[in-house]
């Protein structure tokens, strides 16, 4: 690989791993002027990237979101990452898990030599935890739609399979009315999907499973920003639901990962609750206060701690122990 192209190579790889990159810096990182790195971020506009120029004093540059899905630089780390994370891919989604398995072929194809190798040797079966029937699945359009709405915060009408309300009609005309909510989160407990919302048609907070929901268009009119009862979204849905936490150190924490993403690795009484398209909130627990600094570390994405100050203080005993690892 010739001098220029390695360093477009790396340039890629920067912009990836985080949102904006002053310009000085980027040119100490690749060791050229910025000059230089304004020529090669023409280079990689047309190969399709959407590299911006950002404003302010320093300037900058940022890869956006294009049009189109253009080429991805994954290191050696990251491929096999992927790898493992396709295999055992169960998110309750409709559809996600056979397209996890498409793209793991899409992915064995370009990978090289070394890499396929050792792909293969990562083969992994998937055993089911227990016996119980297996969770329904979700159509994707259900849950973008679910969440579009909360993130809008616009009224939802939807159907609900099996719910209760008012008939109207009668004999083989008789139905009943789509149900009317201001949606609040979207969360994930024991494996299903949730719509956490407040009733309009009967003025009380409500659960719904997202399985049974077909939501129709358009939504309603815009909506202020209710709270839930008790402020708390974790507590709110554990007592609806039946369940009660059972750890006896129990935190919050927002990760740089989808919510699809978090759900799968976490426990059947954690939550998990979209904050945005890339990233997840998640309350969850352990036996141990270290021990969930510890799970906390092990998704391998950034996070940020949410509280309480007990898993605080863990993660800086637990990154004192790390550093004190590598001597």
């Given at each position: 690989?010739?001098?220029?192209?390695a360093?477009?190579?790396?340039?890629?790889?920067?912009?990836?791993?985080?949102?904006?990159?002053?310009?000085?810096?980027?040119?100490?990182?690749?060791?050229?002027?910025?000059?230089?790195?304004?020529?090669?971020?023409?280079?990689?506009r047309?190969?399709g990237y959407?590299?911006?120029?950002?404003?302010?004093?320093?300037?900058?540059?940022?890869l956006?979101?294009?049009?189109?899905?253009?080429?991805?630089?994954?290191?050696?780390?990251?491929?096999?990452?992927?790898t493992?994370?396709?295999?055992?891919?169960s998110?309750?989604?409709?559809?996600?898990?056979?397209?996890?398995?498409?793209?793991l072929a899409?992915?064995?194809?370009?990978m090289?030599?070394?890499?396929?190798?050792?792909a293969?040797?990562?083969?992994?079966?998937v055993?089911?935890?227990?016996e119980?029937?297996a969770?329904?699945?979700?159509?994707?359009?259900?849950?973008?739609?679910?969440?579009?709405?909360?993130?809008?915060?616009?009224?939802?009408?939807?159907?609900?399979?099996?719910?209760?309300?008012?008939?109207?009609?009668?004999?083989?005309?008789?139905?009943r009315?789509?149900?009317?909510?201001?949606?609040?989160h979207?969360?994930?407990?024991?494996?299903?999907?949730?719509?956490?919302?407040?009733d309009l048609?009967?003025?009380?907070?409500?659960t719904?499973r997202?399985?049974?929901?077909?939501?129709r268009?358009?939504?309603g009119?815009?909506?202020?920003?209710?709270?839930?009862?008790?402020?708390?979204?974790?507590?709110?849905?554990a007592?609806?639901?039946?369940?009660?936490?059972?750890?006896?150190?129990?935190?919050e924490?927002?990760?740089?990962?989808?919510?699809?993403?978090?759900?799968?690795?976490?426990?059947?009484?954690?939550?998990?609750?979209?904050?945005?398209d890339?990233?997840?909130?998640?309350?969850?627990g352990?036996?141990?206060?270290?021990?969930?600094?510890?799970?906390?570390?092990?998704?391998?994405?950034?996070?940020?701690?949410?509280?309480?100050?007990?898993?605080?203080?863990?993660?800086?005993?637990?990154?004192?122990?790390?550093?004190?690892?590598?001597?």
């Open positions: 690989m010739s001098g220029p192209s360093r477009l190579l790396s340039l890629l790889s920067l912009l990836q791993s985080r949102r904006d990159w002053p310009g000085e810096v980027l040119a100490d990182r690749l060791g050229v002027s910025p000059r230089t790195v304004r020529r090669d971020v023409d280079r990689l047309e190969l959407p590299v911006h120029a950002t404003k302010g004093p320093d300037g900058g540059y940022r956006e979101a294009g049009s189109h899905m253009p080429p991805l630089l994954l290191d050696d780390e990251q491929v096999l990452a992927l493992l994370a396709l295999q055992t891919a998110t309750g989604v409709d559809g996600v898990d056979d397209a996890a398995g498409r793209a899409t992915l064995r194809q370009v090289p030599a070394r890499l396929r190798a050792a293969d040797a990562l083969a992994v079966t055993v089911p935890r227990d119980r029937p969770r329904p699945a979700v159509p994707p359009d259900v849950l973008l739609a679910v969440g579009a709405a909360v993130r809008a915060r616009e009224v939802l009408r939807f159907d609900y399979e099996g719910g209760s309300g008012p008939v109207l009609g009668s004999g083989d005309g008789a139905f009315p789509p149900r009317r909510v201001e949606p609040h979207l969360v994930t407990w024991g494996g299903r999907w949730y719509l956490v919302a407040y048609d009967r003025s009380d907070w409500r719904f997202a399985d049974r929901m077909s939501p268009t358009p939504t009119p815009r909506v202020a920003a209710r709270t839930v009862p008790g402020g708390d979204v974790s507590a709110f849905v007592a609806r639901l039946g369940a009660r936490p059972a750890w006896p150190c129990r935190g924490a927002v990760l740089d990962l989808p919510a699809a993403e978090v759900a799968r690795w976490a426990g059947r009484d954690a939550l998990v609750e979209p904050v945005a890339d990233r997840a909130r998640l309350v969850t352990s036996w141990s206060w270290d021990g969930l600094a510890a799970m906390l570390v092990m998704y391998e994405v950034p996070f940020e701690v949410v509280g309480p100050d007990e898993l605080r203080d863990a993660v800086r005993r637990v990154a004192r122990r790390l550093e004190r690892a590598l001597g």
